[in-house]
């Protein structure tokens, strides 16, 4: 990715040339990361208090695809007076615009990049299910873009759907190599790590040719 939002997930705009790995599980908005977080918390500051409800509140109408909605709480948590949750909702406020703006018509995507963003921020949010439905999509729609089927196989490693997990990352390797290289340092897949079969594909040098119906 290009570069990772403070406590936040994995920045998502995806390349053509280069996979994006799906981000950390959802961070918990209630926990106080920073000195001043921790003095608001401690004090049980009310300002602090609303703020992690406007979060959550906005979180809950994104996940609701009310967009215009999930603004308005949103822009009260950037504007509120705990930096790190304002920087957290700061990566959820961008995407909820853009969805705001085409008028909340998830089919109207203007790019396979920008439907993969949508589908990583509902990844971000916990919303596994929604999630699959729009990386079903997208496969269907764009079965040759690689970093469609890395995402994908890093959302099934996720919820502990590893065979499936392995299918998709090897097909994400087949169309992009240099995706075998990333998978290897890449914590998403850390489920997968004990996991011969995931350790033969990203390591073929050992002796493993490709993907095989025989390994799932």
Known sequence: MKKKAPLIVKETMAKSNQAKPIAKRKPQPAEAESASDKALVSSSDPRFTQAV???????KAMQAHKFDKAVTFLEKVVSGPSRELGDRAAVHLNTCRQQAARGDNASKFRSPEEHYDYAISLVNMGDYITAREHFDKLLKSHPTKDFVWYG????????????????ALAESIRLNPGNRFQAR?????????????????????AGYDGPSSTHF
């Open 53 to 59: 409800q406007n979060y959550e509140s906005g979180l």
């Open 152 to 167: 994908s196989a890093a959302l099934e490693c996720l919820t502990g759907h590893f065979p499936e997990s392995i299918r």
């Open 185 to 205: 340092n890449d914590s998403d897949f850390n489920n997968l790590s004990d996991d011969p079969r995931f350790t033969e594909l990203l390591y073929p040098e």
